[in-house]
């Protein structure tokens, strides 16, 4: 469909909580999915990374992921539950501020529950790389960013140094 704008760290759509999806809105879903597709290739064309994009990074205020695994999924009112106890700390990138790396910590495991574009709820278990990835991107569609947790104030660090940085 169309490469969207993402939005970048400063705009203040990026701190609001996004609205569940109705079931009603389903239908409806497909060209908002495609511009999410189009908009993370495209960033990963640009930048060489990105597995996911959360509806609110291009102005889509809903509970809406497009997660570009094998096979790709769009997850609708995505909840993660059963979180571990378990956490591991990691240097997190995130689409809307290319640039900068936060180390925050993530729990290892979890559950992800989510109805996909024909209604069906899925559940799937989560664990490390996959696990992390989906914290980060549920934590979008609450208005929250990685810059919000940071482990310290040590935690931020540009890309261009990652090779600087330790584990």
């Not at 569609?141 to 660090?157: M, V, W, Y």
Request: charged letters at 25%; a negative charge; proline letters at 5%.
């Amino acid at each position: 469909m169309a490469v969207r704008e993402i939005l970048l760290l400063g705009n203040p759509l990026l701190h609001r909580p996004c609205q569940p999806v109705g079931r009603d809105e389903l239908a409806g879903l497909g060209g908002v999915v495609d511009d999410l597709r189009d908009t993370l290739l495209d960033f990963r064309r640009r930048h060489g990374c990105g597995r996911a994009i959360a509806a609110p990074q291009i102005g889509v205020m809903k509970r809406l992921i497009y997660w570009h695994s094998d096979p790709p999924w769009a997850l609708v009112n995505p909840i993660l539950e059963n979180l571990s106890a378990e956490t591991f700390a990691l240097w997190d990138d995130c689409m809307s501020f290319p640039d900068l790396l936060v180390r925050v910590a993530r729990h290892r495991t979890c559950t992800l529950r989510f109805t996909d574009l024909s209604g069906n709820e899925i559940v799937r278990q989560l664990a490390d790389d996959s696990a992390e990835l989906l914290q980060h991107e549920c934590d979008h569609l609450d208005g929250i960013l990685a810059t919000q947790k940071a482990i310290d104030g040590r935690s931020f660090a540009l890309r261009s140094e990652r090779s600087q940085l330790t584990a």
